[in-house]
């Protein structure tokens, strides 16, 4: 799956750029803070305006804090997946319940520098495990391979039948790093500038979906 990310778009022509990107899986929102991380990108007004205009299943990031407060509205408006970020959330497991009582997906991420072990437990809970290649923030990060142990040791997990998740990767992710990440076991690519700094970007998503499938086939 690849979730091209409108970080990486043109905010002017928000409606155009998800036109941009037919064929795409999810597409992927990041909503910032400007407190939890060091930027202030869009909110609830802008997602609901999105969902009017497209019918990809919007994949909603909440880099903030309070996502006990915040993440239901989002799932209320018609996002299919909604994450929270462990680092965030003083009950993670309430907000991810409160999530899928509001009728979407709960998401779990975790940045570069978090240990997955401790949150394992939680993650029954979840529907998706979002695991961050870069420092969330800013887009057009270089992707961080070190992340990719705690993929294999979920992928595991899931294979074996002890987790229910949709494994998904977001930071740096490009024809040079996919296939690294797929090799790992990711199910779902988060793709900003390597989707929307394309001359075609649906192109663009096909090439992607295509190499990554390829790598999956060769190490799976």
């Given at each position: 799956?690849?979730?091209?990310?409108?970080?990486?778009?043109?905010?002017?022509?928000?409606?155009?750029?998800?036109?941009?990107?037919r064929g795409?899986?999810?597409?992927?929102?990041?909503?910032?803070d400007?407190?939890?991380?060091?930027?202030?990108t869009?909110?609830?007004p802008?997602?609901e305006?999105?969902?009017?205009?497209?019918?990809?299943?919007?994949?909603?990031?909440?880099?903030?804090?309070?996502p006990e407060?915040?993440?239901?509205?989002?799932?209320?408006?018609?996002?299919?997946?909604?994450?929270?970020?462990?680092?965030?959330?003083?009950?993670?497991?309430?907000?991810?319940?409160?999530?899928?009582?509001?009728?979407?997906?709960?998401?779990?991420?975790?940045?570069?520098?978090?240990?997955?072990?401790?949150?394992?437990?939680?993650?029954?809970?979840?529907?998706?495990?979002?695991?961050?290649?870069?420092?969330?923030?800013?887009g057009?990060?270089?992707?961080?391979?070190?992340?990719?142990?705690?993929?294999?040791t979920?992928r595991?997990?899931?294979?074996?039948?002890?987790?229910?998740l949709?494994?998904?990767?977001?930071?740096?992710?490009?024809?040079d790093?996919?296939?690294?990440?797929?090799?790992?076991?990711?199910?779902?690519?988060?793709?900003?500038?390597?989707?929307?700094?394309?001359?075609?970007?649906?192109?663009?998503?096909?090439?992607?979906?295509?190499?990554?499938?390829?790598?999956?086939?060769?190490?799976?």
């Amino acid at each position: 799956m690849i979730a091209p990310s409108i970080l990486s778009a043109d905010f002017a022509r928000l409606a155009d750029e998800l036109g941009a990107i037919r064929g795409s899986d999810w597409v992927h929102v990041d909503v910032m803070d400007a407190h939890f991380v060091p930027n202030l990108t869009l909110g609830l007004p802008v997602v609901e305006a999105l969902l009017k205009v497209t019918d990809i299943p919007v994949d909603c990031h909440l880099m903030i804090e309070d996502p006990e407060r915040w993440a239901p509205g989002y799932a209320e408006a018609g996002a299919h997946n909604v994450t929270i970020h462990v680092e965030a959330a003083t009950d993670p497991v309430k907000v991810a319940r409160d999530i899928r009582a509001a009728g979407a997906k709960a998401g779990l991420s975790i940045k570069p520098g978090t240990a997955l072990e401790p949150h394992i437990e939680l993650l029954k809970e979840f529907d998706t495990l979002l695991i961050m290649s870069v420092e969330p923030g800013f887009g057009g990060q270089r992707f961080i391979a070190d992340v990719l142990p705690k993929v294999a040791t979920i992928r595991d997990l899931v294979d074996t039948g002890h987790l229910d998740l949709l494994v998904e990767i977001d930071g740096g992710i490009n024809a040079d790093t996919i296939e690294q990440a797929a090799e790992a076991g990711v199910d779902c690519f988060v793709a900003g500038s390597a989707v929307y700094g394309a001359d075609d970007p649906a192109r663009a998503v096909e090439a992607l979906r295509a190499q990554a499938a390829g790598a999956h086939h060769r190490f799976h």
